[in-house]
């Protein structure tokens, strides 16, 4: 024979309260009511009435693990997809950019990123092989970033 409810609530409800805290942090009152309700609705079902502290622990485990999707759901679908914006493009700031290079890294990264050549196009220009331009290119770009870090 199953308890009231209400008592299993007056019993573990303090302890449930401090198990859903530690899965959701400020989210637990709410967690923690969610739990009761959901576990309301199965109780009348339940065959019997052994392990029921386990099994409320179980339910407000269940509904933390549900609410953090639910949340981390909502965060992936609310953030505006980030779009690159051309408008405020200027080529002098690429120049900037690359004036402390050598003159053969600046050619180099021109003709990858301004020209838009692949490294079969800049070892042709450079009269070098798809290698060494691949290599010029990737040393510009590291030393960018490490001028620049």
């Excluded at 700031?93 to 402390?100: K, N, Q, T, V």
């Amino acid at each position: 024979m199953l308890p009231p409810f209400w008592t299993l609530v007056e019993t573990h409800g303090d302890e449930l309260l401090v198990h859903a805290r530690r899965l959701s942090g400020d989210a637990a009152e709410d967690v923690l009511q969610d739990a009761l309700l959901r576990a309301l609705r199965a109780y009348p079902k339940l065959r019997h009435a052994e392990h029921l502290r386990a099994w409320l622990y179980r339910v407000t485990t269940t509904t933390a693990i549900d609410h953090h999707r639910r949340v981390r759901r909502e965060v992936l679908v609310d953030e505006p997809p980030v779009v690159a914006s051309y408008d405020t493009h200027d080529d002098d700031d690429f120049e900037g950019l690359i004036a402390p290079l050598n003159d053969t890294a600046q050619v180099a990264l021109r003709l990858r990123f301004v020209d838009d050549l692949d490294y079969d196009g800049i070892a042709e220009r450079l009269g070098c092989s798809v290698v060494a331009a691949r290599q010029r290119v990737s040393s510009a770009v590291r030393t960018l970033r490490e001028s620049y870090a």
